[in-house]
């Protein structure tokens, strides 16, 4: 009877260390699921991160343009008032000097004339200006969203890796939930 005990306990334990074969099959298959889901979300991050940064830079530049603009129209107001000045003193020597008059207004009206066409170029670079000023804005808006999103991901990566370290699957679907926000804010930040 103690060798049907022995056959017995001997298949209880090969059932045991098939199961436990079959199991280390599974968590093996699972990591494997979370290592690839967890490099696919750094590509991914790394794809956001670079739009970013591309993003930061034209914030920065088109502020930039906005700021020379703003230099070139203020060049533009001063040299309107230089001419606003000068038509001014031909104006008082027109009225001190009556024999010259005719040529001080022929003056003023050249002055005058010019003032028009400098107050149109300021007011057209004053538009450029309030335009990059804009697009500065606009790229400065998503570039804070895109921020938001890399978050996102890079937090989803470090809950892939305590998934992975704890072997609680929780944490993986909270990681696949989390890269799915950073990646929908990030599509979201490519239509603006």
Not at 99 to 115: G, H, P, R, S, T
Request: include cysteine; aromatic fraction near 10%.
């Amino acid at each position: 009877m103690e060798s049907n005990a022995i056959e017995e306990h001997l298949k209880q334990v090969e059932e045991a260390i098939a199961e436990v074969e079959h199991k280390e099959e599974e968590v093996e298959g699972w990591l494997s699921y979370i290592s690839l889901s967890t490099a696919i979300i750094a590509i991914v991050t790394a794809l956001v991160g670079l739009y970013e940064s591309q993003i930061t830079s034209k914030t920065i530049l088109t502020k930039n343009e906005a700021v020379l603009y703003q230099s070139q129209a203020s060049d533009q107001w001063n040299f309107y008032q230089a001419k606003s000045v000068k038509a001014h003193i031909y104006t008082v020597n027109a009225e001190i000097y009556p024999d010259k008059a005719e040529d001080f207004k022929k003056k003023v009206a050249v002055y005058k004339k010019e003032q028009e066409e400098i107050k149109a170029e300021a007011e057209r670079i004053e538009g450029l200006k309030e335009l990059r000023n804009e697009q500065s804005d606009h790229y400065y808006h998503i570039h804070h969203i895109l921020s938001f999103a890399i978050t996102f991901l890079q937090i989803s990566i470090a809950l892939a890796s305590i998934s992975a370290l704890t072997r609680n699957k929780k944490f993986w679907m909270g990681s696949l939930v989390l890269s799915g926000i950073g990646a929908i804010i990030a599509g979201y930040c490519l239509v603006l």
